[in-house]
Every structure is written in structure tokens, then in C-alpha cells.
């Protein structure tokens, strides 16, 4: 579920109706990059609307621009996946590594992941505490600030 790509589509989605509806719903199966394989009953189900409507609404958002199928099923029983965007500006030259453009961003690719923000122990040094640097007491358990716990 991409809180990013919803948004863009509760903003800028020109479709309106059950059009709409599956515009949010496969933007609620996709990722950050827009990528999504729901099934269409699936979608259809959770729309409350039928496997052909969501058939013919994705070839209508393909043909948008809003839509583009990225692998293709490969067979009954199995779905599509599928890559949410917006359509290229008119006059706007395809780049062949890509398909579309991050519609928060409008970059060509998508925003680096967030950092692990864990802290990791600086060099060891006696009597001090390898997080906080703090004096220690040597074999006693303190308070830690910088890991919210008690070291030992």
C-alpha cells in the first residue's frame, strides 16, 4: 500500500465513479514505485463492481496513459503486473530505461529509501560507554541515553 501513489490519485485522477474507485484500489495494491499485480477479481471485489468493468477500465487507463502493464500474466489464473503513472507531457521524449514518471517526485526514478537509523557503537575505549561515551563505572550497568536502555 503506497499512501504516496493514493494521494496522487485522490488528487489528480481525472476518472470519476467505479473509474475512480479502481484508480484507488490498484493504487492501494502498489508500491512506492507504482508496481502492482493484483487480480481483477480481486479488484472487482473489493470495488464491488464486476470483473469486466475492472477489465475495461484498465484498458481505458492504459490508453490514458495512467496505466501500463509491465509483465504480462502469462496465463489464466494469474494477474498482470502492472505500473501505476501519469501520462508524459505531450511533446516529452520516451527514455527507454523507463516507462513513467513518479508523479510526487516528477523524477525519473524514485526517491532513495530511508536510512537505517539505528546507532552503531563507536571504538571501544575503557571505563566509557561505546553509545553514549559517558564514563562507566568498570563492570557496572548504567543508563543509556543514546540507546533509551540499560547497558551492561
Known amino acids: 500500500m503506497s499512501i504516496k ?26 508500491s512506492d514505485d507504482g508496481v502492482c499485480w493484483p ?11 464486476s470483473t469486466e468493468t475492472v477489465r475495461t477500465t484498465t484498458r481505458t487507463m ?14 489464466r489464473g494469474k494477474s498482470h503486473k502492472y505500473l501505476l503513472g ?9 527514455n527507454p530505461q523507463t516507462i513513467w514518471v ?4 516528477s523524477k525519473v526514478n524514485p526517491p532513495n529509501p530511508s536510512p537505517n537509523n539505528h546507532k552503531e557503537p563507536l ?12 564514563k562507566t563505572a568498570e563492570g557496572k550497568s548504567h543508563n543509556c541515553s543514546a540507546m533509551n536502555q540499560l547497558i551492561r
Open 123 to 134: 571504538e571501544p575505549s575503557v571505563g566509557r560507554c561505546p553509545y553514549c561515551r559517558k
Open 62 to 75: 492504459q490508453s490514458d496513459g495512467y496505466l501500463s502493464i509491465i509483465q504480462d500474466s502469462g496465463g
Open 86 to 94: 501519469q501520462p508524459k507531457p505531450l511533446g516529452v521524449k520516451e
Open 39 to 49: 487480480a481483477q477479481d480481486t479488484v472487482a471485489k473489493k470495488c464491488r463492481c
Open 102 to 105: 513518479n508523479p510526487q517526485t
Open 5 to 30: 501513489i493514493m494521494s496522487w490519485v485522490w488528487d489528480n485522477s481525472p476518472y470519476e465513479g467505479k473509474m475512480l474507485l479502481i484508480h484507488l484500489a490498484l493504487a492501494d495494491f502498489a
